[in-house]
C-alpha cells in the first residue's frame, strides 16, 4: 500500500500527475483507477482548501523596516468596496499576489515569497471609501522599484485589475510591447486572460 503526502496546497497542478506517474510506474493496471481517483480527489481538496484559506495558512513577511510613505487618492464605491474586501488567494503558480482586508487596510503579498510590498490604508468617507496612503516596501533585497510615482499608479492597476476585474492601462514607460508584456505577466499573471482565483 502506498502512502500519498500532500506536500503544498499551491501545487494542484502539477503533484496529482506526479502521483499519477507514480502509481503508473509500479502497477500501471492495478493501480489505474485509484490514480483517477487520487486526481479529483487532490483537486477537490486543493479547492476547497484555497476557498477556505486563512492567512495562518499562508507564508507572508511583514513589511520591512526599508519603506516609503506615499499618499494615495482614490475612492470607491459601497459596491467596489465589497470586491476590494474580497481576499484574493492564490491557487497556483500563475496567481502573483495574496491580498486581504484588515483593519481598513489592504495587505498586498506576493505569493510565491510571502514578502510584503504594499499596506494601503483607506478611510472611510460616508458611504464610501478613500484610498489615502500606501506603505510601500523599499528593501532593495525583497523590491527594485523606487519609483513613488510608479508605485501610486501600479497599486490603483492592481485594485482594478484583481480585484475589481476591469481593463487597465499597465503602468509602465517600457516601449518594448515584449517587454512590457513580460512585465505585465509577472504582475498580474494569469489575469491578464481573464482568468482568477476565487472564480467558481
Known sequence: M???????????????????????????????????FSRRLWLTLARRQMKTAKLTDLR??????????????????????KHIR????????????????????????????GVCIYVVRFAVEGDSCRMIEVDVNRDPEQ?????????????SYLVDVLLLHREAVFPSNEQSSEKRTLMNWSQVGRAMLGQYPNDE
Open 143 to 155: 523590491y527594485k522599484e523606487t519609483s513613488d510615482e510608479r508605485d501610486a499608479r501600479m497599486i
Open 60 to 81: 507572508t513577511e511583514a513589511l520591512p523596516s526599508k519603506k516609503t510613505t506615499i499618499r494615495l487618492n482614490r475612492t470607491f464605491s459601497p459596491q467596489e468596496m
Open 86 to 113: 474580497r481576499r484574493l488567494v492564490p491557487e497556483q503558480m500563475e496567481d502573483k499576489w495574496f491580498i486581504y482586508w484588515k483593519d481598513d487596510t489592504l495587505f498586498f503579498h506576493r505569493s510565491w515569497t
Open 2 to 36: 502506498y502512502k500519498i503526502t500532500c506536500m503544498c496546497y499551491q501545487q494542484p497542478k502539477w503533484m496529482p500527475q506526479k502521483i499519477e506517474n507514480f502509481l503508473h510506474c509500479h502497477q500501471p493496471r492495478r493501480l489505474k483507477v485509484l490514480a483517477r
